[in-house]
């Protein structure tokens, strides 16, 4: 990944202090008497220093501290990425305001891969206005699908504060890694005639190459709205049999049988 991260206009972080609580008392219910008393002193250090390598040091110690286990109420969250999220957030919020955003980045940026992994995860809860967008913008060029999938998947983040052309690429490289697309937030309310043309585009492209079509790219496709030039394009593959089986169920009420 690109170790630079583009500047943006210095704003302060409005946290959802609300889900970060919520998410504090799930863990404490989950962890052991170890884990427990090493997550209170670790907190307690936090409080004492909120510097970037205090919070850089208990990020590193919870890989050894904090079990890797479900969370129980969470799908797609585990203990450890609770923890290192609930650490960001405790920093963050004992920072300056203009500080708060540069020091996120230095921590993005310090991050190994795990890290940034709940550090993307958790940006809807450290970020409600987008003032991350640039971080989650330099992000998202990552080949690692691990840490692109906790950008795109199971969160908001992208259908709430990227641009319109910024989401279709998010929801073109999820395709392009074989992600299950079915997960990525918002994208119903993101659809319309131009993301049909990039996703018919898409489709055309695999068929010619003679590549197995992206599972779940007719996902990505709003079918009521097609174009008329987009209805003839499946129609056609329709009628040549060229579609993935599957495809035409949800075709079926849009294109004439």
Known sequence: MNSHIASSPTAA????????????????????????????QALARLGQSPDANTAALLSSQCKRRIGDRAMLDDKGWSQLQVARALLLAQVLDQQPEAEQLPLLRQLFLWGDDQEKVAL???????????SCLE?????????????????????LYPSRHYPERAFHQLVLKALGMGLDVSRLRGLSERQGVALNQLALDLLDEQLAAARPVSGGLYLAIAFN???????????????????????????AGHLPT
């Open 120 to 130: 993307l995860k958790a940006l809807d809860w450290l970020d409600s206005h987008g």
């Open 225 to 251: 709205l097609l174009s008329p030039a987009q209805h003839q394009r499946l129609l056609g593959l329709s009628r040549q049999q060229c579609l993935p089986p599957g495809w035409h169920e949800h075709l």
């Open 135 to 155: 971080l989650a913008l330099q992000a998202g060029r990552t080949s690692n699908s691990q840490v692109f999938a906790a950008l795109a998947l199971d969160t």
């Open 13 to 40: 972080l409005d946290m959802r202090h609300d889900c970060l609580a919520e998410r504090q008392q799930a863990l404490i219910a989950q962890l052991d008497q170890a884990e427990l008393q090493w997550w209170q």
